[in-house]
């Protein structure tokens, strides 16, 4: 059997330095270009990406970003530190949808993705049809000392599976846990770091929050209740500082919805997308 | 928590041993006040025995709220306690002395002491 996603490679100037992105496709209809969590890549999306049900009605994108999955860092990576701000990743995400032609997307992060689209609906209304925020807060503190992550005494693959594992849900398929634990295995080293540089440093996003107008841009928000890192609350409280923006908690699932367990995402996820179509 | 079984149960465990195959440690691991040793030679968990009263030696230290350890061990556990990592965030699991040995070998960590979560053990 062969998916029907297909994958491509892209070249981009971002920041002023050339790129070679690598993202996949599936489905034809309303764009909805999607962002993997820190440390991982596209691949997270891939039950999303073989759903007919959604890639009837929607384009569905989802890219590594530098220095994840297939796309490689720019040229001269060795010479610096890796770090994801707030400025460069809604950047990218822009010049992605732009390179891609993507006609006023509805875009859908998770976790750093789930917070960069509340700097997206702030910055980008009028370009987006909305926003979904999965394991989605505006801000959250450290609660661990990232630099183990990337450490010349410990395993880089193996700490970054393991510092994240529990963060998904417990009635996960095994199969799913531990995909999406590979994704992580395999992330360069640092990256995941640095992506933790923007969510649990730099890019604290509560002072946008109260020029979100969720008339121009809609905000769903759905978040599962396992998530210790991106708790309930955290969410709830993000979402009480944005007007109109909907929350839904999801029972069972954890920091990882779309990859740990896409068939208990769905029933949340889809009327969401309903939402998305009717409004055209 | 039947901590005396906990090797045996630990030896049958899949892959558990793969996880801590470059551990060799003694650690110090307490729930509240009581407190035992984890003797892990390559991974396999030797001997699990009471802590010595008087200056107990060891490589590293995991410590455990009582109160949040015992909802750790719920099964199912409630969410947000079913991770030691989640203990972590509530403040109530400290990792004290060579925390190293810890990250490097945190599938074993956390495999093992879920292991006192089933019945068995």
Redo the contacts between chains.
């Keep these: 059997m062969i998916e029907a996603i297909t994958g491509r490679y892209m070249r981009l100037e971002l920041e002023g330095r050339a790129h070679r992105l690598y993202f996949e496709e599936a489905g034809q209809g309303i764009p909805l270009l999607l962002l993997h969590t820190a440390g991982s890549d596209g691949r997270q999306w891939r039950s999303l990406l073989n759903d007919a049900e959604v890639t009837s009605r929607f384009r569905c994108v989802t890219f590594d970003m530098p220095w994840h999955g297939k796309s490689s860092p720019p040229e001269g990576w060795e010479k610096e530190t890796y770090q994801l701000t707030t400025a460069r990743y809604t950047g990218m995400i822009m010049a992605v949808a732009r390179a891609l032609g993507l006609d006023r997307p509805v875009v859908m992060g998770c976790s750093i993705g789930g917070r960069i689209v509340l700097d997206l609906a702030a910055e980008h209304a009028d370009e987006l049809r909305g926003v979904i925020g999965l394991q989605s807060a505006a801000f959250l503190s450290p609660?661990?000392?990232t630099s183990?992550l990337h450490?010349p005494?410990?395993?880089g693959g193996?700490?970054c599976?393991?510092?994240v594992?529990?963060?998904i849900g417990?009635h996960a398929p095994e199969a799913s846990r531990w995909e999406t634990l590979w994704h992580y295995m395999q992330g360069g080293p640092g990256v995941f770091r640095g992506d933790l540089h923007f969510y649990k440093g730099e890019g604290d996003l509560r002072p946008k929050l109260a020029r979100i107008d969720t008339k121009r841009c809609p905000v769903h928000m759905l978040t599962g209740?396992?998530d210790?890192?991106c708790?309930p609350e955290d969410t709830e409280a993000t979402a009480a500082a944005i007007p109109g923006a909907k929350v839904q908690i999801m029972n069972g699932l954890g920091h990882f919805p779309m990859s740990e367990d896409y068939a208990a995402l769905r029933p949340y996820l889809l009327p969401v997308l309903a939402e998305f179509q009717e409004r055209g | 928590m039947n901590i005396a079984a906990l090797p045996a149960r630990a030896a049958t465990a899949p892959g558990l041993a793969r996880w801590g195959r470059d551990l060799t440690a003694d650690v110090l691991f307490s729930v509240g006040d009581a407190a035992w040793i984890l003797a892990i030679h390559k991974g396999v968990l030797i001997s699990a025995n009471p802590a010595p009263a008087l200056m107990p030696s060891y490589d590293l230290a995991i410590r455990a709220g009582a109160e949040d350890f015992a909802r750790f061990l719920q099964d199912p556990p409630p969410p947000g306690w079913h991770d030691i990592m989640g203990l972590v965030r509530l403040g109530t699991f400290k990792v004290e002395g060579n925390v190293a040995l810890f990250m490097a070998h945190i599938f074993w960590f956390k495999g093992v002491l879920a292991l006192l979560r089933e019945p068995r053990a």
């Design positions: 609660y661990y000392d183990w450490h005494h410990v395993h193996e700490v599976g393991g510092i594992s529990g963060l417990p209740n396992y210790y890192s708790k």
